[in-house]
């Protein structure tokens, strides 16, 4: 049992990282493009990314490509910008091609970030 909560708190965790990480790139781009209409950094925009990041962050714990977790992080980010495009995707609004590429540029920095550090907590491969 102390395993399974170990591999839980890790992987909650390593989510969160991930949200670090897709939460400063998110702001970068607006820094480099003003006109992204990026959102503030505010203690509301970024706690929810930490919550939501560290509970996609158990999709790590799935064994997919164990040993390998840039593409593991690539492919597990694949969910989250799925699920950004449509679950959580705001009613009625547009969605253009530079949106879509820029969910999944930045819910992959989110996957490899959370992933790399997923096998730092538990060594390699991750178990």
């Known amino acids: 049992m102390g ?3 170990k591999r839980l708190s890790v992987a909650f965790a390593a989510g ?4 670090i990480a897709n939460s400063l790139a998110v702001q ?3 820094m480099l493009k003003p006109s992204a209409g990026v959102p503030a950094f505010t ?4 706690y929810q990314r930490l919550v939501w990041g560290g509970i996609w962050g158990f999709l790590l714990l799935l064994p997919i490509l164990r040993g390998r977790p840039v593409l593991q992080g690539l492919v597990i980010g694949l969910a989250p910008a799925v699920a950004r495009l449509t679950v959580f995707a ?3 609004a547009p969605t253009s091609v530079t949106t879509v590429v820029q ?3 930045f819910n992959a920095i989110w996957g490899v970030a959370a992933a790399l550090w997923l096998r730092a907590a538990l060594g390699r491969g991750g178990r």
Do not use: D, E, K
Request: net charge neutral; charged share 0%; glycine share 24%.
């Open 43 to 46: 203690p509301g925009w970024i």
């Open 3 to 5: 395993n399974l909560i």
């Open 28 to 30: 970068l781009g607006g």
């Open 16 to 19: 969160v990282v991930g949200a």
């Open 103 to 105: 969910v999944f540029v």
């Open 90 to 92: 705001p009613a009625g």
